[in-house]
């Protein structure tokens, strides 16, 4: 209803020349109102054929000419009128507002344009659009839409549609930019162009709608495995604490018995010392007793009194039941703490190697989805680590130098110390580090080397099956020749083929059970890969087997 009240209101304050709202309005004479410049246009006209003016409307004439004066009443019900029509139009959503695409044939108050025609390159509303549907020519046009991006389709050059795509240099054109710039250029219309990409963009956008849903899956997997770790973490909290408790009461326990075993043996034996005290102190008694009897007697003068008391004094009775303290050795407690000592040192081997394989089992959990290995060098390099080796496991002929990580056979022996962790028959030499995880190295090497990794307990002495890498299940070998590669594991030899160079990178990702050589140069060449199970953490390692002099570095 207020529209159709403003709508009246419009029409009452139309000019009935222009049809548009009074543009400085005028009453005439006879009480109708025109814009000014309307009727004086009208008036001019007539005054070439006549003297008189006359109202468009009720045609009365009126001499001599009407003067124009505005009528101010009328101009500001105009005014009044605009702005509540401004009001109705931005509450009313089918007229265009700010950065709505208006209708191009729409007069005064435009509505919202409902589709855009390419051919035209113009906006129509609904019911502007009609012709588009009606007539036989305008049938063919291409209605896309409405859009403000119309203008974007003109060449800025030519003022002409870009209906051609120049593949040649990748950019829509229209037919006379063909013809001029792009003359000899691969150009084909912009709509088979659009067919072609429209069939590369269908297959893009299955692979992402592909790799959303394998995406989804990931996510799914990987909160469930977040729920089954954070369970299970709490799971192993809970029952190690309780085991490592149990252990505690176990050792609380021998300690408390041990300090029983202690007191109680104390308490016999000062019980004994205190009872063979008391005999002795009753034997040093009689003895002065005896002594001062004996010293009486001598000192009497008479010979017969003597004489007879002599014989019973000088009967002196031996103690046989009281042992003899000089040579009776004395066992203190100090072999108990030595012995609870050797103990606690057993004890704690256990736990630090036990603790090993604990802290290994940690280090397996992974909640990830298994990883790609590395394709490049500097993805490899991402995961590289620092190593030194252990001069207490080296060979004795084998010289440690430039910060312990580079090995060279010598001629004589080092001068290195005894110690239980070294390789005593065989020219080889482990790392100081245990390496879990995913971890990456190189090795510099001449002439010929051997490149392993083993776990810590690989015997040191002993036979060659034991001691020697790659001739056991404790550790993984690759032999490095001028003639080719070679690798051995629990004295089982598999051929290895690649290109030759000096420098071998070694790939670990131990919860995966993956150990790769790599030969290392502009690319990296995969030249033999392990898939197994580690049950410990792996110490790199290196023998050198010929010519003195030959060496090898931990890069």
């Not at 709508?7 to 109708?32: A, F, M, W, Y």
């Not at 800025?156 to 229209?174: A, G, L, N, P, Y």
Request: proline share 3%; hydrophobic share 30%; net charge negative.
């Amino acid at each position: 209803m207020a529209q159709q009240g403003i709508q009246l209101n419009r029409e009452k304050l139309s000019c009935s020349i222009c049809l548009d709202l009074l543009k400085d309005p005028v009453t005439i004479p006879c009480g109708h109102s025109y814009c000014m410049s309307c009727i004086k246009d009208c008036w001019d006209e007539e005054n070439q054929k006549k003297e008189t003016h006359s109202c468009p409307q009720c045609r009365q004439s009126f001499r001599p000419r009407p003067v124009l004066v505005k009528n101010t009443l009328l101009a500001e019900l105009v005014e009044e009128l605009k702005e509540v029509g401004l009001q109705a139009a931005s509450s009313d959503p089918s007229y265009a507002g700010p950065g709505d695409v208006a209708c191009d044939l729409c007069s005064g108050m435009k509505l919202k344009a409902f589709k855009s025609c390419l051919m035209c390159m113009a906006s129509y509303c609904e019911q502007h659009l009609q012709p588009h549907y009606d007539a036989a020519p305008l049938k063919k046009h291409k209605l896309v839409e409405a859009t403000l991006k119309l203008q974007e389709n003109i060449c800025s050059r030519h003022d002409e549609v870009m209906k051609i795509f120049c593949r040649t240099d990748q950019q829509c054109i229209c037919y006379l930019c063909s013809m001029d710039d792009h003359k000899g250029h691969d150009t084909v219309s912009a709509a088979a162009e659009r067919a072609e990409r429209q069939t590369e963009l269908g297959a893009s956008r299955q692979k992402i709608q592909q790799r959303v849903q394998d995406t989804e899956t990931n996510v799914k997997v990987l909160q469930q495995r977040v729920g089954a770790i954070n369970l299970t973490a709490d799971e192993a909290v809970r029952d190690s604490e309780k085991m490592f408790t149990e252990l505690r009461r176990l050792i609380d326990k021998r300690s408390s018995e041990v300090k029983q075993q202690i007191r109680s043996q104390q308490k016999t034996q000062v019980k004994q010392a205190e009872e063979f005290v008391e005999k002795l102190q009753q034997e040093i008694t009689e003895l002065r007793r005896k002594d001062a009897e004996m010293e009486l007697l001598s000192s009497t003068e008479d010979h017969l009194h003597f004489l007879t008391s002599y014989p019973s004094l000088s009967c002196l009775s031996e103690s046989t039941d009281l042992p003899s303290i000089d040579t009776h050795p004395l066992h203190s407690f100090k072999h108990v703490a030595a012995a609870v000592s050797e103990a606690r040192d057993k004890l704690q081997a256990v736990l630090s190697e036990e603790s090993r394989k604990i802290s290994l089992a940690v280090t397996e959990v992974d909640v990830l989805l298994p990883q790609a290995e590395p394709k490049t060098r500097d993805e490899f390099m991402k995961y590289s680590c620092q190593l030194t080796l252990d001069p207490n496991t080296a060979y004795k002929r084998l010289s440690l130098s430039d910060g312990n990580r580079k090995a060279t056979l010598m001629a004589v022996e080092q001068l290195y110390s005894d110690h239980p962790d070294r390789f005593s028959e065989w020219r080889q030499v482990l790392s100081r580090e245990g390496l879990t995880g995913r971890c990456y190295w190189e090795v510099k090497w001449s002439e010929s080397v051997l490149i392993a990794v083993a776990y810590k307990d690989i015997s040191r002495t002993g036979t060659i099956d034991e001691c020697v890498f790659g001739l056991n299940n404790k550790s993984w070998l690759l032999e490095c020749f001028s003639g080719g590669y070679k690798f051995r594991h629990n004295n089982t030899y598999t051929s290895v083929s690649g290109p030759q160079s000096s420098t071998i990178g070694v790939y670990l990702d131990h919860s995966a059970g993956t150990l790769s050589y790599y030969n290392v140069s502009k690319t990296m060449t995969l030249l033999h890969r392990v898939q197994t199970t580690f049950t410990q953490p792996l110490y790199p390692g290196l023998w050198i087997v010929n010519n003195t002099g030959d060496n090898a570095e931990l890069c």
